[in-house]
């Protein structure tokens, strides 16, 4: 079974601009969770996505937001970019009802 | 809120050298604690999952245990390749919450 998979692995951005970030789960996985990695926040959970619909949602800034389309793959977009969005962007996916959640390799993203 | 702290930050070990891996956790209502290794520019690797105080997993050279206010990351007889950061997290009511994580690094 094909892995998590991400797109685009990296990213440069300057400040101002937006940016969409996608993410395609494991097949039969309907739920799509993201999260920002910094080196001194760790993991900060960003939402989750279940049947197109956003589940939870993690304490960030409207700035940030999501979408998930009928085959389950899942979009972020950042718009007025900060520097302080620099950091690792993670997609994680799992079956709803399950707890275990499987990751992509992120997307890097670097604001200048 | 959830919480998950992690300790040490980092550990250095010589090859061989058995050592464990802290996560202090309190959370409402656990429905599950996770460990997880990640490897630089990597996203994290699902190691185990634990639901209950007692509970016992184990792969390879790792073991990890539960309590009600922890869990440890056994490591025996390490090997270089077991050099990572090894992340801790609990899955809450509505999210799962991470540690900031131990970064493992094993010396031949």
């Known amino acids: 079974k094909a892995g998590v998979t991400q797109t685009p692995r990296y990213l440069i951005k300057t400040r101002g601009q937006q940016v969409t970030l996608s993410c395609s789960p494991i097949?039969?996985?309907?739920?799509v969770s993201w999260y920002q990695q910094t080196p001194g926040q760790g993991l900060q959970f960003l939402f989750e996505?279940?049947?197109?619909?956003?589940?939870n949602k993690g304490n960030f800034p409207g700035r940030f937001s999501g979408r998930q389309f009928s085959n389950s793959r899942s979009e972020m977009n950042v718009s007025t970019l900060e520097l302080g969005d620099s950091a690792l962007y993670l997609c994680?996916?799992?079956?709803?009802?399950?707890?275990?959640?499987?990751f992509g390799p992120g997307t890097r993203l670097t604001v200048l | 809120e959830d919480q998950v702290t992690q300790s040490p930050e980092a550990l250095r070990l010589q090859e061989g050298e058995s050592s464990s891996l802290n996560c202090s956790y309190t959370v409402s209502g656990l429905r599950g604690l996770f460990w997880y290794r990640q490897d630089p520019g990597k996203g994290p690797e699902f190691l185990f999952t634990?639901?209950?105080a007692g509970e016992e997993k184990e792969k390879e050279r790792l073991k990890a245990t539960l309590t009600k206010k922890e869990s440890f990351l056994h490591i025996t007889a390490p090997k270089p390749e077991d050099s990572a950061t090894y992340l801790c997290?609990?899955?809450?009511?509505?999210?799962?919450?991470f540690g900031i994580g131990t970064k493992l690094q094993v010396i031949p």
């Open positions: 634990l639901y209950s």
């Open positions: 994680a996916s799992r079956p709803w009802g399950d707890n275990e959640q499987f």
């Open positions: 097949s039969g996985h309907r739920s």
């Open positions: 996505y279940f049947s197109e619909t956003q589940r």
């Open positions: 997290a609990v899955n809450g009511y509505q999210k799962v919450t």
